[in-house]
């Protein structure tokens, strides 16, 4: 619409079309007059309404006589000052909880290079790149050097952070892949994609090496690769390659990709409605996932992005600021008068600014009207030269020359190292989100656990059975004990319950019967489902004889329970396994009519 108001010159600069190909471009605007729409909808309505007032989606949505209607996951103060009443809200733990989207869980990993920066030692061999050119070259440290954390990607890199981060993430992959038989789609969002410093280069070329699955395995998905909305797709609708997509912002924000589950955050941001944005990536429910129950968030912080925003509020603090102003226009705004002393701080500003970073070369080319060049003690006595000698100080200021200087100044050489032999201490710890939005260690998520199952042993009936009259042990009981403890405190889904033990305990596949019995005596052993039915049926089957017939329905017994924990008589006539083979009256006859007194037996021996 905006192309077709305004022109697409018009549009692109108003950033309005970047992420959709226009088939149809207007050669000229079209008429269309201000009354054509009643309603006009504006989806994802953060996204281009800020604070300029000729900004080109507000301009098109201000040309209409009409209600105006925004759609956002992510509301901002600029976005309600235009929309001005919110009509409706529904929360991201509403959905989760009514099953139209998934929550997540945090893999916190942390890196003593992001944790505390890089610190070089006098002497050491670094590769120093030249940001303009792309060449390198090797350079001895004439003494220490020291960069913060935030200067990671921007002014250094340690590759054996990017090796050992990626490494850890691959552990996570491996074990998913492992229990879930599928490379999980990921990811990976990166710091940049700058030439000769590219940071999801750097990620993709390492993680193409660590996965050895072919180059299509691992693709960066930039604004900066060959037909980027190609990629896009193609890691949408494919199963299977790319598995891993490193990004910056291109997927942050309107892509829709079912099947992603894990995201992988290498870098740091601020913005709450672009972590939100980012974040949603992955809660998307699959059709062609079924067990798509939760996604991975892998905080490469140690886990204090997510705790940041935890801390924030529901809103942003502030509106998108403006763009500067040309240099050249605060100048002319001084020579016609326009709120003048405001604009003379806001030059004397902007020239230390320059002082700072000019290179040599430019205080030579400012030493033509400036003595020495010096910028800064020029920009120290402007508001005195103004005052006294206004024409001449403005003659000087509204040289073409001068002024093409002021905006176009030579700046120094910039390099970025790379630090080639720093070596850092990467590890990753797995943390439950809870339905209160809190991240648990697994000890922590354990804990309120085992207080839970001590202090409702009354409120839960499968609780109670199954600490006092395992006899009593039923399809039912198991369903219900299921569906109270997903709900209960932060949620103790049977998944989480399992990983957070198998973390805690060293023991995989625990089963849910031993997750309660221990949580409320710890000396109760901690069982997978294949040792509790073994257990059992030991106990059941101790001293008798069974015919053929009867070990065989046994058999499909013990393969029923090893899923599902419990057994009724209306599985015998609905499962496969059974009804395949007479269902119930087959099963009752083979056991002279004892069958119903058999499934007693075997759920109090299961529930022990």
């Known amino acids: 619409m905006a192309v077709n108001l305004f022109g697409r010159a018009a549009a692109i600069n108003g950033d309005a079309g970047d992420d959709e190909d226009i088939d149809d471009d207007p050669s000229s605007p079209l008429p269309i007059p201000v009354h054509a729409f009643d309603v006009m909808v504006a989806d994802e309505c953060h996204r281009g309404y800020n604070a300029q007032v000729d900004a080109i989606f507000r301009r098109t949505l201000d040309r209409f006589d009409a ?3 925004g759609l956002t996951a992510t509301p901002a103060p600029h976005t309600k000052a235009y929309f001005e009443h919110t009509a409706y809200t ?51 440290l004439e003494e220490q050097r020291a960069f913060d954390a935030e200067a990671l990607e921007r002014e250094i890199t340690v590759p054996d952070t990017t090796r050992k981060v990626l490494g850890e993430l691959k552990t996570f992959t491996d074990a998913f892949e492992n229990d879930h038989g599928r490379f999980p789609k990921t990811l990976v969002f990166a710091c940049n994609d700058q030439p000769h410093k590219s940071h999801a280069q750097a990620l993709v070329a390492a993680a193409r090496t660590l996965w050895g699955r072919g180059d299509e395995f691992v693709e960066k998905i930039t604004g900066k690769v060959d037909r980027p909305l190609r990629r896009v797709k193609e890691f949408r609708n494919r199963k299977d390659r790319p598995g891993i997509a490193v990004t910056v912002d291109l997927l942050s924000t309107g892509v829709d990709v079912p099947d992603l589950e894990v995201i992988v955050f290498l870098r740091f941001v601020r913005s709450r409605i672009l972590f939100a944005q980012m974040l949603g990536r992955g809660t998307r429910r699959s059709d062609d996932l079924s067990d798509k129950s939760r996604f991975t968030v892998v905080d490469c912080f140690n886990g204090t992005l997510v705790r940041y925003f935890h801390a924030t509020t529901d809103m942003t603090e502030a509106p998108p600021e403006k763009p500067s102003k040309p240099i050249g226009k605060v100048i002319d705004d001084i020579w016609d008068n326009r709120d003048r002393a405001y604009q003379i701080r ?11 970073e000019m290179s040599g070369e430019a205080r030579d080319q400012f030493a033509q009207w400036l003595p020495d060049g010096d910028v800064a003690a020029f920009a120290k006595a402007l508001p ?31 390099v970025f190292t790379v630090a080639e032999h720093q070596v850092d201490a990467v590890s ?80 995989a ?21 294949e040792e509790r039915i073994d257990r059992a049926f030991d106990a059941v089957t101790a001293g008798k004889t069974f015919t053929r017939e009867q070990q065989a329905w046994l058999g499909r017994i013990r393969g029923h329970l090893l899923r599902n924990l419990s057994i009724d008589t209306g599985d015998f006539e609905i499962m496969p396994a059974f009804a395949d083979f007479g269902g119930y009256e087959a099963a009752n006859e083979v056991f002279g009519g004892a069958l119903d007194a058999l499934i007693e037996r075997i759920n109090g021996a299961v529930a022990a």
């Open 67 to 69: 209600v105006r209607v």
């Open 90 to 140: 529904y929360k991201y733990e509403d959905a989760v909880r009514e099953g139209y989207l998934v929550d997540y869980d945090v893999i916190a990993v942390a890196s003593g290079v992001a944790a505390k920066g890089v610190f070089l030692q006098e002497g050491e061999q670094v590769r120093v790149v030249d940001l303009a050119t792309g060449k390198d070259s090797f350079e001895n």
């Open 346 to 356: 806001c030059l004397v500003k902007r020239l230390q600014r320059i002082d700072k």
């Open 384 to 414: 005195g030269k103004l005052a006294n000698d206004f024409a001449a100080t403005m003659k000087l200021l509204r040289d073409a020359k001068f002024k093409a200087l002021l905006a176009d100044f030579p700046r120094p050489r910039r």
């Open 428 to 507: 990753s710890e797995w943390l439950v989100r809870g339905l209160d939005g809190k991240e648990y260690k697994p000890a922590d998520y354990l804990t309120v656990f085992d207080q839970y199952v001590r202090d409702n042993p009354d409120q839960i009936h499968a609780i109670q059975i199954l600490l006092n009259h395992p006899k009593d042990w039923s399809v039912g009981a198991l369903q219900e004990l299921r569906t109270r403890l997903c709900v209960a405190g932060p949620g103790f889904d049977e998944l989480q319950l399992r990983k957070a033990h198998q973390i805690r305990y060293d023991k």
């Open 509 to 529: 596949l625990v089963d849910i019967i031993s997750m309660v019995k221990h949580a409320a005596r710890a000396e109760e052993a901690l069982l997978s489902a």
